[in-house]
């Protein structure tokens, strides 16, 4: 195949996008499809190794393939001041109107990427570029509200911090002067000047308004016209969008939901993988070349029910099974209700006292991360060390396998004794010998009860009714197992508590779980192809051994709660530095990220993260510094960055911020 390292790409208003392409054997005399991912994260080193996992294939197959970078990143010119910009999506628009233009491409294009490239695949699909032929978003939402990093059941997650600071180290990098020449410090020096904070940034936010509503496509399904393959995992984050597209995109949809976090499912983990780059060249063979491959004659919707397991927070393989649905709301799944009554989960009410909890602020230290990407202690851990905290209430023990698939819910009538309030709902597997596993979980803000577009304070001691949706999964509760519900107040660190202490009190028999469960005989046995063994040559080199440490602390002394996050190697794990071997390319991040509380006062709940970046080659060498910190008040959300930037020995830039926002229903 013919591989161009670098083809600009111009925009209508003469910025140019930086793109690596690769092209079937002749492609330029008997032009071919093209596929296109369209990311921010630097084509010529970060995503380099991953790329080509990816792009050859596509073009062995028999389609051009394109990697853009976006406007403001990588090599790219022009500068990037948000995630999902309106900008952003136009020039999705043009990059695909400028391939169906080139000599190469047959005019009919593709587009696919994980997370980001996700989101901007709906994004792009919804404008309906005349080109655009079909879309594989993996791993990406259609609702930027309901589901994102920024705030899960309308509360503030701390991912909103977390992420933020990840996009403040990667917004400083330069770009690479092997491409761009002796205008990279210009170039540089443009987008560092443009920089702003983007978590402060983001918190300007606290309701559903238009810079949420901007990029979802959920606001007007109708937009997407075109045919969908989505591909998400369960210890993913984005759980509940292929739910929602099955139900309301309009054209074909066909949904692959595995065990996997946030990683592509030939790279996926837990395990088993699936064969992506295969069945997503099926799904391109139909819609771009009109080829029947018997793709769309397979069940549409596939899922992997996980069996029961022992709570474990780093884990290889997750035991189960694949079945298929024909659509979604599937004739195959019905609602199973269990009420909340004293202490037990039953199929009828039986009215009982009234039961309260006030957790404490640490509540919440078993649960990992909301979006696991496979790194060692990412994943949920045992819920009995938090159990204490909560108000729990158990099924007998299963007679029978329980197949549970979709999102449960949980209708709860309960008061708060503070006007501002969170529920933190979680599903758990509790084994016979009493260990308790995770199965999903959900938030609700009680100040949005009302909906998300206004933060409405609770009055307290008021009875109200709420919904807290749990995300979506599916899973196999074993014979002999529990079913158990715990509600808590609190969920540190994945959620910022609210300004006071809450007690939550309900009235036993009054509240009741909605649990969509499969019936079980009728499994039509839809397994997706392994990957193939690959016989790529390695693209790269290990310059110094990663490391890394996660660990929950509690000073015996003042009681706080500190947990820390320590990565050599970046945002996907102790990788460590490497060099890329075909441009030279040394590179490497480390990341600091800690969250301290103290288990009775909300208002000392603390987040900071510190990261360090270089890129070095013998001509070039640059380093990069961020730091962050997050605070509150009882009003105010206080927040403080700084970026620091060298070239060689000389520092190039150097930006603090300070920014004090008010709170509202946070």
Known sequence: MEVIETVWIPMPDGTRLAARLWLPEGARSAPVPCILEYIPYRRRDRTRMRDESMHPHFAAHGYGAIRVDQRGAGDSDGVMLDEYAEI????????????????????NVGMFGKSWGAYNSFQVAAKRP???KAIAPVMGTDDRWLEDIHFYGGALASDNFWWGSIMQLFNAAPPDPAIVGERWREMWKERLDSMSFWPAQWLDHQTKDEMWRRGSISQNYDDVEIPVYYFGGWSDLYRDTPFRIARNLKGPVKVMMGPWAHLYPHEGAPGPRADFLGEVTRFWDHWLKGIDTGLMEEPPLRFYLMDSAP??????????????EPGWPSPNVSEQAFWLNDGTMDAAPQPGPVLSICSPQGFGASGGDMCSFAIPGDMPGDCRIDAGGALCFR???AAERLDILGQPALTLRLAADRPQGIVAALLVDEAPDGAQTLITRGFANLMHRNGPGSADPVCPGEEMEITVPLHAIGYRLAPGHRLMVQLASTYWPILWPAPEPVTLTLAAGTCRLALPVRETGNEVPCPPAEPAPSD????????????????????LVS????????????????????RLLETGTEMGDISDRIYSIHPEDPLSARASMVQDSRFRREDWDVTIRTSAEMTASATEFHLRASVTCRDGEEEFHHVDWDHVIPRNGM
Do not use: Y
């Open 88 to 107: 952003e999506t136009q020039d999705g628009v043009d990059v695909i109107a400028w391939i169906a233009e080139q000599p190469w491409c047959d005019g």
């Open 130 to 132: 005349p080109a655009l």
């Open 311 to 324: 709570p474990v927070s780093d884990q290889a393989m997750r035991a189960g099974d694949w079945v298929g």
């Open 395 to 397: 099924t007998a023990p």
């Open 536 to 555: 790529r040559k390695p693209a790269s080199i290990q310059t110094h051994e990663g490391s890394m440490e996660r660990t929950v602390s509690r000073d």
């Open 559 to 578: 009681g706080e709660i500190v947990s820390r996050v320590f990565i050599d190697g970046g945002v996907f794990g102790p990788v460590g530095r490497s």
